[in-house]
């Protein structure tokens, strides 16, 4: 991350968060007179309003040197600033839906909801209904808890649309930049389980490379080793069983990029099983047995997606700074072909011609 020597507005914003926040990086230049920070930041970031230093300041996304400070704070010659800003909800309608949700958690700040893979996460193009967004949005109206204009659906992170597990959103907008911080910060505890092609030769490892969208597809996200596009992402993996032909792991992400697991997974080898971007929808291990060929169309059939699952997310809670933890079971379609991979890796000869 390099120091903006000119004062000029720098957003990096990380992947998978899109549009929900952005970050800023400024040295104050040497001849800098001492100034409020607010007055700083609103000389040097277009469009942003006083009310938003101010929510900023107050959930602590604004740093001197390091350390949070106040929107009154008055800068000095090469002060070092960073700030996190949440984006506003979007400008698109969006109207409340009666759709079911699998409610995790719930209080007055945030909500944790246990999202069925199938399931558009926020309304966009081509998908302005029917999304996870417009069912929160009637949730929230109908729920009995305490509401206001205020309360809506404020994003803290997404998970993918095939994607199934654990999803955190925010009910105002203090609680989305706290939770904002952390998701920047890298501090959310976030673990997935994924059935992916393959055996691996060790029962834990680490994926580094930067992830950047593909040259040729801009669905997709591609693996940048060098270091020269793209954006730092990690992944530790843990096998949890191996079946063989496939295996079952567990993936800590470090840090929360597009299809970080996904592309991650593909680049050493390991597509995700059933994986239609990123390759693993075909059959990549295996024998040439018609029965084999069969088994496998018949766990494409019982999972139409890709075999992820965001298990488990802990983080400090927005008010009261306790850390919390929150998991979820595997869903029925992922549970049905792990238990038949289960029952070939035990019994191969079964399928043999």
């Not at 997974?265 to 929808?281: A, C, K, S, V």
Request: with cysteine.
């Amino acid at each position: 991350m390099s120091e903006n020597e000119e004062l000029t507005a720098n957003p990096e914003v990380p992947d998978e968060n899109g549009d929900l926040y952005e970050h800023y990086r400024f040295t104050v230049d040497k001849g800098q007179a001492l100034l409020r920070i607010d007055k700083y930041l609103t000389a040097h970031i277009q469009n942003i309003s006083r009310n938003k230093l101010q929510l900023a300041a107050k959930a602590d996304c604004i740093l001197v040197n390091n350390k949070p400070v106040k929107s009154n704070y008055r800068v000095k010659p090469l002060d070092i600033i960073s700030i996190v800003l949440t984006f506003p909800p979007r400008d698109v309608e969006i109207y409340p839906e009666n759709i079911p949700l699998a409610i995790v958690y719930e209080d007055e700040d945030l909500v944790v909801v246990n999202k069925n893979a199938g399931m558009v996460v926020h309304p966009a193009y081509a998908n302005f209904t029917g999304t996870l967004v417009n069912a929160l949005l009637y949730h929230f109206q109908n729920s009995g808890l305490p509401y206001n204009e205020e309360t809506k659906p404020y994003l803290a992170h997404r998970i993918d649309k095939d994607t199934s597990g654990l999803l955190l959103i925010a009910k105002n907008e203090l609680a989305q930049s706290r939770l904002a911080k952390q998701f920047f910060n890298h501090t959310v505890e976030r673990r997935y389980i994924a059935l992916v092609w393959g055996n691996f030769d060790d029962d834990e490892g680490t994926i580094t490379g930067n992830l950047g969208r593909s040259p040729k597809d801009r669905r997709m996200m591609t693996v940048f080793p060098e270091g020269d596009y793209g954006k730092h992402a990690i992944t530790h993996y843990k096998v949890l069983e191996r079946f063989g032909y496939v295996t079952l792991i567990e993936c800590r992400l470090e840090t929360g990029r597009t299809h970080q697991i996904r592309a991650h997974m593909r680049y050493i080898g390991h597509p995700l099983f059933n994986d239609e971007t990123y390759g693993g929808n075909e059959i990549l291990k295996g024998t040439t047995f018609s029965k084999y060929k069969q088994f496998i169309a018949n766990c494409f059939k019982l999972l139409p997606r890709q075999a992820l699952h965001a298990r488990s997310l802990g983080f400090i809670h927005p008010s009261t700074g306790k850390f919390i933890l929150f998991e979820s079971e595997l869903p029925p379609d992922m549970q049905a072909v792990i238990e038949k991979w289960r029952n070939y890796s035990n019994n191969k000869a079964i399928l043999k011609d």
